[in-house]
């Protein structure tokens, strides 16, 4: 009651005009965007406040602001003028985000407070009115927030673990000449999974199989053609591709493919987790072999162990056997020869080690290139980031195809390009569209087309402005992108916005309507 009174009393937000900020990522259903703004809005109406304007982050992490579109826009707003409220509401601070340093969420508040824009917290038991107890039982929220992140990650990252070394599979895709089989608590066989598919049952589990006969065979032919007759990756790769054989992701066989098959324990049937990890959003990094969680033999092998450590060895060969200086050398050979250097013409030289390789000794292809003299005349960091994008677009490939196949379509590959026949009456291409920042115009994103589409429909992926993860997704028509580029932008009203969608699955959707659509004419 007397918090009440005070309210009454003291609170200038009454009768004002609000906007409201929800967020949901993969937390309790209490989180849900719908609950939330049902207790906004109830808030809202105790106070007389009208809310006039509503920023949604679906789907989105609460430990950064990239990727949430929706924060990052109000901010933008808040910064620029744009907003015609005085006050915004959010459901908990928990909400506002779970920022590791809580003096980033204090910092994107106080962006808010030197604009005149007031933050309200409706389901916390504090008025966020500035007072010294305000300002102490914030901060622990927020430290609080903080810490109910770290120690998610710690218990998920300890139930994989176990999972693991009971023998059950916690990676992605299986890789070529496997399958994910799916088997019940007491470890009877459900099925085989297609790609795309996931467990719908928690006590459920997965294992990996042997794949279709033939992918079988060529992952044997692989060893035998390593280890016996002493091929290189490359000259593995090429017979492959000459062959029209592709990898596990209909693409054409290159040396780094190759070299993933003959370095995987998964092929004698070891479970191996924890190799690489990003922790709480953070960036992703390589652990060292004592960090490896691992089960062997927990699997069907599908070569012999005494074939995959003779692989093995030949590959730690290849790699230790090359100081420094020697692949220096190599490198400045073909730099003479040609005059120029590419991460292309390194790996089908075939004398020289995986551009990878250089990457790790020497700390990026640029500083490479640097100690044999070849100055790039591009910046070389766009290249690493189109490199990384370029890794990107294939995994959301991977899984806006499956959402279209869950759909009931039918999306064929055309070979060598990201681009679909969808149930044989058009075609979609898929295009990333990176941030680019530029101090006169902020940040922009482009879609380029140096050459014209050769499809009917494109989909167009923006990145966020780390360029990490996507925050939406674009379908139209190609003819709105026929020549030049087309700056999709961040604000909404756009027209390019009405193509607009914030997820996977119904993005899917309307290609389903779209394919059907074509269909009837």
Not at 51 to 70: F, K
Not at 324 to 336: G, I, Q, T
Not at 474 to 499: D, E, K, Q
Request: hydrophobic share 40%; glycine share 6%.
């Amino acid at each position: 009651m007397q918090q009440e009174a005070r309210v009454k009393s003291n609170d200038t937000s009454i009768g004002r005009r609000a906007a409201q900020y929800v967020r949901m990522s993969t937390d309790h259903q209490q989180y849900s965007t719908e609950n939330q703004e049902i207790a906004i809005a109830a808030y809202a109406a105790r106070r007389n406040m009208e809310i006039v304007r509503t920023y949604t982050d679906e789907g989105r992490s609460g430990l950064r602001i990239q990727g949430r579109e929706a924060l990052q826009e109000l901010i933008d707003d808040v910064q620029t003028g744009r907003t015609d409220f005085s006050v915004v509401l959010v459901y908990d601070v928990s909400r506002w985000g779970r920022f590791q340093d809580a003096d980033e969420s204090a910092y994107y508040e106080f962006l808010c407070k030197r604009a005149g824009i007031q933050i309200l917290y409706c389901a916390e038991h504090f008025e966020n009115d500035g007072s010294l107890f305000s300002t102490m039982f914030k901060n622990m929220k927020r430290a609080m927030a903080a810490e109910y992140s770290r120690e998610l990650s710690a218990k998920v990252f300890a139930g994989q673990c176990n999972l693991v070394r009971r023998g059950f599979w916690q990676g992605a895709q299986p890789g070529y000449g496997l399958r994910r089989a799916l088997v019940d608590a007491n470890g009877l066989p459900k099925g085989v999974l297609v790609h795309g598919e996931r467990k719908n049952i928690q006590s459920d589990r997965i294992i990996l199989v042997p794949g279709p006969q033939h992918e079988v065979e060529i992952v044997k032919r692989i060893f035998r053609a390593f280890v016996e007759e002493r091929k290189t990756t490359l000259d593995i790769a090429i017979d492959l591709s000459r062959e029209g054989i592709t990898n596990d992701h209909n693409r054409a066989w290159n040396t780094h493919a190759v070299r993933k098959v003959i370095t995987s324990e998964k092929y004698i049937g070891h479970n191996v987790f924890n190799r690489r990890s990003r922790k709480l959003d953070g960036d992703l990094v390589r652990n060292a072999p004592d960090q490896w969680i691992r089960a062997n033999n927990a699997f069907e092998a599908i070569v012999e162990p005494a074939l995959f450590a003779a692989a093995r060895k030949i590959d730690a060969e290849h790699c230790k056997g090359i100081s420094d200086e020697e692949m220096l050398r190599r490198l400045n050979a073909l730099f003479v020869k040609n005059g120029r250097l590419s991460c292309k013409m390194i790996n089908a030289a075939g004398s020289l080690p995986h551009e990878s390789v250089y990457r790790r000794r020497f700390g990026s292809i640029a500083a490479a290139y640097g100690r044999v003299g070849y100055r790039p005349r591009c910046d070389y960091s766009f290249v690493e980031v189109r490199r990384s994008l370029a890794r990107k677009l294939t995994s959301i490939i991977d899984q806006v195809v499956a959402e279209i196949e869950r759909a009931g379509m039918n999306a064929i590959p055309l070979k060598g390009r990201n681009t679909f026949v969808i149930d044989d009456v058009f075609t979609l291409a898929f295009v990333i569209v990176r941030c680019i920042y530029s101090p006169a115009r902020s940040y922009e994103w482009l879609i380029r087309t140096l050459s014209p589409f050769q499809s009917d429909q494109i989909v167009a992926i923006r990145m966020d402005k780390a360029n990490r993860e996507p925050i939406d997704f674009f379908f139209m028509p190609t003819r709105h992108v026929r020549s030049g580029s087309v700056n999709i932008g961040i604000r909404r009203s756009s027209p390019i916005h009405a193509f607009r969608f914030d997820k996977i699955e119904t993005l899917a959707e309307a290609i389903k309507l779209r394919a059907a659509d074509q269909m009837l004419r």
